[in-house]
């Protein structure tokens, strides 16, 4: 081996300094190819990277719309739930009936009165410009009956339904409708009723259609077959109706389509009257019938019933005397099952505060709708907004008129009183919100399913970004039920069932928290989302819940946020208890609730020795004010910006003391004993702070931002205002630290008595004034501000009543 490989060194040093062209030539060819070699592997390595890259960029563009990949939480849906198949699940409008179905036929209410249509116009949507003098639900348990009074001076409507079950298709139900007019005068009054198809899901021919035939509305769907609708007279007089068939654009121009299908004719008695006739855009083949509207004039005083039934349920639907009688049945037995959950009778309540109470509960399970859809998402990798999936949502909103879509944050808070009600409903709905998490662990904080939905959002607030977090109270009120309410989670009980579906993604949810509102320091956090555009007094932070309540004037990494921080505590407290229940590992939940729960890590992020108060860190400046801007050239127009008189510098935002200050009391992360609890119950008693006669002020009086506008156009929102969620949060802690030994309890009792006492004294007499719950008070003298009707958290008053947390 050894010989043979002597000669080729020797040829191959005779090559490298041989002079002739024939070797240079090879050595050259020698080089070329390594050259090339290098060159090729390096190209290679080179869109090998790139390949991933791109790869990559696609995966983590694609994760903001990817669901979480985990057995779903809602294994029930539509026919399968056929007790909450039905129900008035189109609560942005006054009276609207739909089933849990994505493509479920709807239909609805409008009404105007003859001798004013051109003043008030038409009445469809709930809608504050209505100026309705009240409206909302007396009575509704969520499942089977519902009777709303809505005035509409000079006239009263009250509507109704009752739902009949059985059957394979939804079972029958009926709607009554009962008009008076003021001085019980016989006056001409419009009734219109409808029946709709939403088309935003492609067009429903040729498997739903709906058309009029003798007097009647009928439809077909795949779910429900065939169906019809008999509009009933009860008692009084029907002097004319009209009908026609007509396209719709979509669900939320109903209205306007309507408009368009009335033509004037002349008549012997109303003269020039405004009838439904034909549809032109019918005589474009592409356009099938999806809108079914009828206009009755009716004399008032006047009844109508609205009776829906199928071909297949042989028990005759309810109407006239018998639906009356079974009316009044179903108004008892709401009533005995109110007073058997929340004991307000017992408590001494006089009747008219009991019925303020049934209202609100009522209010709050009439505002619980079906939405179906898909909203729009951006995360940091994607260049526009892209469609998150499509996907039902069966949840309670917060305010028929301002807010008829699903919230978060809100939901946590609404859940509490509902599952109170009826831990169905709440479970129902918690399974739906958790199937909308994705991937990351991300839910986004504002569902805008639907056309009807989406056209009643402001442009800016559609897109919903991956990075914006809402405070976990979903989580939180689980874990409320497990431990108020351990009985219902046994071992095999159907409640314990779901929980045990929904753990991954409560985990990944929780998770996703830590990892994506964590702070710079340990055991701080921060909410993500805040953006100085130089307008604002100082910058919102919408993912906290509390919108425009000051925060660092100068938004940036080192911010540290109390409120969040304790939410994580309580979070971590919430998936430890869940995690027991279901015996599931809670180790390292546990380990972040005892960090989050050490006092002194608090109190070295966010205590001030010198105000003896809990605060944000941040950039911050007190100098700061609205100017109104010269324009710079004729084509501009005069803003008002932000001026900045004293520089920020990295500080403790102590000057802004209000409910943000109270978190590590309002969800009990300090012990009983803490010195720092005895402080801040001696700052919460004082009328120049925060108590006033009517509640918990948002922020301080003595706060240079109390009541003051962020922009020229926005006025203070949680700047003063008393809202009724963290009072509720208050009076719970309060009472908590009130029932354990410790220094404070006798204080901590004496300020939840008269606490509960004013907030609850207040919201009834503003219900009983203005005819309505509201979305906060006043701080200076209790009147309701905001969006009217709140049906949302306000509606906490009923467990504040009942004294139960």
């Not at 009404?111 to 209505?130: E, P, S, V």
């Not at 004719?265 to 549809?279: K, P, Q, T």
């Not at 049906?791 to 009923?798: E, K």
Request: aromatic share 12%; net charge neutral; hydrophobic share 35%.
């Amino acid at each position: 081996m050894v010989r043979h490989r002597k000669p080729a060194v020797r040829i191959a040093n005779n090559n490298e300094t041989s002079s002739s062209s024939g070797g240079s030539e090879s050595s050259f060819g020698s080089r070329t190819f390594k050259f090339l070699s290098v060159w090729k592997t390096g190209v290679g390595f080179a869109c090998f990277l790139i390949a991933v890259y791109v790869s990559t960029l696609g995966y983590l563009e694609t994760r903001v719309n990817t669901p979480f990949d985990d057995d779903k939480v809602v294994i029930y849906n539509g026919l399968q739930v056929p007790d909450r198949y039905w129900g008035t699940y189109r609560p942005g409008v006054y009276l609207g009936i739909k089933s849990r179905e994505p493509r479920s036929p709807v239909f609805g209410l409008m009404w105007y009165q003859l001798a004013q249509a051109t003043h008030k116009g038409i009445r469809h949507w709930c809608d504050q410009n209505d100026q309705l003098a009240t409206y909302g639900w007396l009575r509704h348990d969520g499942v089977t009956f519902g009777e709303q009074l809505i005035s509409d001076p000079p006239h009263n409507i009250t509507t109704s339904f009752i739902k009949t079950p059985g059957g394979e298709h939804g079972g029958h139900w009926t709607a009554r409708i009962n008009v008076t007019t003021k001085g019980n005068t016989n006056v001409p009054f419009v009734l219109i009723w409808y029946a709709a198809l939403d088309e935003s899901l492609g067009p429903a021919a040729p498997h739903s259609r709906l058309w009029y035939e003798d007097g009647a509305i009928l439809g077909h769907t795949p779910q429900l077959h065939n169906f019809r609708l008999n509009l009933l007279p009860y008692q009084g007089k029907l002097l004319h109706v009209s009908h026609s068939e007509g396209h719709a654009p979509g669900l939320h121009l109903l209205k306007e389509k309507f408009y368009a299908l009335l033509k004037v004719e002349r008549h012997s008695v109303f003269g020039r009257l405004a009838v439904l006739g034909a549809d032109d855009e019918l005589n474009d083949k592409d356009k099938d019938i999806n809108f079914v509207p009828v206009q009755m004039i009716v004399e008032t005083p006047f009844v109508m019933d609205i009776v829906y039934t199928t071909e297949d349920l042989p028990t005759p639907p309810l109407k006239a005397d018998e639906y009356t009688t079974e009316l009044e049945h179903k108004k008892q037995d709401f009533d005995m099952e109110f007073e058997k959950k929340f004991r307000l009778n017992e408590k001494g309540y006089p009747p008219e505060d009991v019925s303020v109470a049934k209202a609100a509960l009522s209010n709050m399970l009439g505002g619980v709708g079906y939405f179906y859809g898909a909203g729009r998402v951006q995360s940091h990798y994607t260049r526009e907004p892209v469609p998150y999936w499509r996907a039902p949502l069966y949840t309670a909103v917060p305010s028929r008129s301002f807010f008829p879509r699903g919230f978060l944050w809100d939901e946590g808070f609404h859940g509490l009183l509902l599952g109170r009600w009826s831990l169905d409903i709440q479970m129902d709905i918690a399974a739906h919100w958790l199937d909308l998490i994705n991937v990351e662990g991300w839910i986004p904080r504002e569902q805008i399913l639907g056309s009807e939905a989406l056209a009643r959002v402001p442009k800016e607030f559609v897109v919903q970004s991956n990075a914006a977090a809402n405070p976990p109270m979903l989580l939180i009120q689980l874990a409320h039920f497990v431990r108020t309410r351990p009985h219902m989670f046994a071992v095999n009980s159907p409640h314990r069932n779901t929980l045990d579906r929904m753990f991954t993604r409560l985990q990944a949810w929780y998770q996703w928290f830590q990892t994506s509102q964590k702070g710079e320091e340990a055991t701080a956090y921060r909410w993500r989302g805040r953006e100085d555009d130089n307008l604002q007094l100082n910058p919102k932070t919408l993912t906290s819940g509390l919108d425009d309540y000051p925060r660092a004037s100068h938004p940036s990494d080192i911010e540290r946020h109390v409120d969040l921080r304790c939410w994580m505590f309580a979070a971590a407290d919430a998936m430890t208890t869940i995690a027991d229940i279901l015996q599931r590992d809670s180790t390292k939940f546990e380990s972040t609730l005892y960090q989050l729960g050490d006092e002194d890590l608090l109190n070295e992020l966010h205590w001030s020795p010198h105000t003896q108060t809990y605060a944000d860190y941040g950039l911050h400046t007190d100098g700061v004010r609205l100017v109104r801007q010269q324009p710079k050239s004729p084509s501009e127009s005069v803003r008002v910006v932000r001026t900045v008189t004293a520089p920020p510098v990295p500080r403790l935002v102590t000057s802004a003391f209000g409910y943000v200050s109270l978190f590590p009391m309002l969800l009990k992360v300090l012990q009983p004993e803490s010195d720092k609890l005895g402080k801040m119950l001696e700052d919460l008693d004082k009328p120049d702070l925060l108590w006033s006669p009517y509640g918990l002020r948002s922020l301080s009086k003595s706060s240079p931002l109390y009541m003051k506008r962020n922009t020229e156009h926005d006025p203070p929102y949680w700047r003063g205002q008393v809202w009724i969620n963290i009072n509720y949060l208050a009076l719970s802690a309060l009472k908590h630290y009130g029932t354990k030994k410790g220094p404070h309890a006798k204080r901590a009792m004496e300020l939840h008595s008269r606490l509960r006492d004013n907030v609850v004294r207040n919201i009834l007499k503003e219900y009983k004034r203005t005819g309505y719950l509201w979305e906060q008070y006043s701080g200076e003298d209790g009147k309701g501000s905001g969006c009217k009707p709140f049906s949302g958290w306000t509606g906490l008053v009923v467990l504040i009543m009942a004294d139960e947390y």
